[in-house]
């Protein structure tokens, strides 16, 4: 497969700023602030295509957890595909997502590089505003992300999944709630990332 997507991005989970997984003036973090990472992650891609098909102003959004002293530390997540996109644009969606595509994903998802389980697709309705500083997200009735402000450092951060080599900042989260069969989970003033991304193969 061909594709190539850019757009943005932005996340949040449970750790507190700044989260022990980025690094911090290229230096790498170490365990989640209380063991386990709960967190909900979103892109909204600007243009791309995967074989030719369009994906421009399709959004993508994940639920996710993992345990620090689990072996392996596998992921489980949920995957939010944008219900306006049509079958095949889902199809392509998941399989860039999910790192089947191959690509720069399987060096910057760690649920595809590394032990995970896919808990369930779901196309859902998403809204996404990643305004710098300020953005949200939803996905649906199941998650909810708001942040409230930039974190404030003089450190270059930067965080693995839009890729280190892109800039990127560090935020504080107002609400990060995710509530569906699998998850249920709800955290304020808690770490969070805004960056842009751009993935290819």
Known sequence: MSFAI??????????????PCRKIDGVPGGRSTSG?????????????HLDGLD?????????????DDEPGSPWRW?????????????????QIFTGRAGGMPLEQFPWAFKPSELLE?????????HTPGRGWFRAGASVTVRIASAYQTESTVTCVIPGHHRPGREVVAERLTVHDEFFDFSFTGNCGFESTFEYTA
């Open 78 to 94: 949920v995957l939010h595909l944008d219900e306006r996109a049509d079958e095949r644009q889902r199809s392509a969606l998941e």
């Open 55 to 67: 994906l421009a102003e399709m959004a993508v959004v994940m639920a996710i957890r993992y345990h």
């Open 6 to 19: 850019r757009g943005t991005s932005l996340e949040a989970c449970n750790c507190e700023p700044i989260c």
């Open 121 to 129: 697709v779901v196309p859902s309705t998403i809204e996404i505003d």
């Open 36 to 48: 386990e990472c709960l967190g909900a992650l979103s892109w909204r891609i600007e243009s791309g």
